[in-house]
Each structure stands twice: as C-alpha cells, then as structure tokens.
T-cell receptor, first 117, second 111 residues
Framework: GAGVSQTPSNKVTEKGKYVELRCDPISGHTALYWYRQSLGQGPEFLIYFQGTGAADDSGLPNDRFFAVRPEGSVSTLKIQRTERGDSAVYLC???????????????FGAGSRLTVL | AQSVTQPDIHITVSEGASLELRCNYSYGATPYLFWYVQSPGQGLQLLLKYFSGDTLVQGIKGFEAEFKRSQSSFNLRKPSVHWSDAAEYFCAVGAGTALIFGKGTTLSVSS
C-alpha cells in the first residue's frame, strides 16, 4: 500500500481480555517494527521482524506480548490477559532492510490506541 | 547503554521567530541520528537524518540539524516558525536493530 496501515485505530477492552493489533506495511518493505508509546513518552521499541522471523524481540515487556508475521508482510501484535498498564498507542513501522539496520529509515503508521479498563 | 535526551519538554515560540530544539545522545559507535515530528492523531514523519559526512543536514519543511560529536548533540533548528509547525518532535538514534527515541519536545506556536 501507499503507507503503513494499522487496525483498529482505537480499541477499548477490559482487563484480562485478549487483544490483537494488525499492521499492514508498505509493499516491498521487508523490515517491520512494533513500538509502544505511552502518554507523554517517546516510542519504545518492542520487536523487529526481518521477513517472517523476529530478529530482535528484546523490547517485549513480558510473555503476555507476542507478535507474528507469518508471510513476511502483515504482522499481528497479540496481547494476552491485558492489564491497565498496557494502555498506550501501539505504533508499527516498516522499512527497506539495510545494513546496519540502525540506519534504516522507518515509515510509521498512525497507530492503534489501546485502552484497557 | 544507548539513550537520547531531549531536555525541553515544552517550548513556546512566536510565529516567525527562530526555533532550536535540543537533543543529546549517548552511543558508543558512530550514531545514526534522526528527527521525527508527530502531529495529533498522526504517525511519526521523518524530518531529517544524519548518517555521515556534512554535519549540517537539511530536511523537509525548512528544518535543519547540526551534528556535533564533541557535544554528543543533534539540535534541530528552523529560522522562522509557522503555526503549522506546532507538534511533538522526537530525536532518535539508530542503535543495533532499532531506533531509540527521546521523550519528545512539544512545540507550541503563539501568534
């Protein structure tokens, strides 16, 4: 697509529920990132995919968070047993994968705002 | 550990006045540095980046930034601010596999 698309744009759920957030990257971008942005903070890295595999998941806060990218395009961030502290905007970004990856120029989606009541 | 510090949480500038947003980074190797802007309800948009070479880099919307290795800084500047520049600005360093962001500076523009 023309840009990075994230759905839903807003999600309200209850504590303890399961949530899925979807990201559709720019066509041809093999690198995909998930970030979390809490109120008043900068984006915090969660996970980086190179193709279908998670190349770096060091930012996932705990085992309630999981992400997949089965065909190397669309990615889904999954949160189990949601907690109020999970409330944030979840940002997805994609890029061409260069070397080193720290030099990749990321294009961000508008984000999915998650509210856990 | 890699980190980015943006010392100013909120800045107010008069329309037409000049702007400088501060950014300091901590990174052991050659840094890849970025400035992104985020308007309400929008994703982050890249303003400019520094990888190597000329330490003064030009970006979109009339912004520029200067890399100063001796000060570990990458400050963003604009000679004349427009009301549409009101937004949140994030400095980031490319470290390892991902970008590390500062906490951001909110820019307000007064008429």
């Amino acid at each position: 697509g023309a840009g990075v698309s994230q759905t839903p744009s807003n999600k309200v759920t209850e504590k303890g529920k399961y949530v899925e957030l979807r990201c559709d990257p720019i066509s041809g971008h093999t690198a995909l990132y998930w970030y979390r942005q809490s109120l008043g903070q900068g984006p915090e890295f969660l996970i980086y995919f190179q193709g279908t595999g998670a190349a770096d998941d060091s930012g996932l806060p705990n085992d309630r968070f999981f992400a997949v990218r089965p065909e190397g395009s669309v990615s889904t961030l999954k949160i189990q047993r949601t907690e109020r502290g999970d409330s944030a905007v979840y940002l997805c970004a994609s890029s061409f994968a260069g070397t080193p990856s720290g030099a990749n120029v990321l294009t961000f989606g508008a984000g999915s705002r998650l509210t856990v009541l | 550990a890699q980190s980015v510090t943006q010392p100013d949480i909120h800045i107010t500038v008069s329309e037409g006045a000049s702007l400088e947003l501060r950014c300091n980074y901590s990174y052991g190797a050659t840094p890849y540095l970025f400035w992104y802007v985020q308007s309400p309800g929008q994703g982050l948009q890249l303003l400019l980046k520094y990888f190597s070479g000329d330490t003064l880099v030009q970006g979109i919307k009339g912004f520029e930034a200067e890399f100063k290795r001796s000060q570990s800084s990458f400050n963003l500047r604009k000679p004349s601010v427009h009301w549409s520049d009101a937004a949140e600005y994030f400095c980031a360093v490319g470290a390892g596999t991902a970008l590390i962001f500062g906490k951001g500076t909110t820019l307000s523009v007064s008429s």
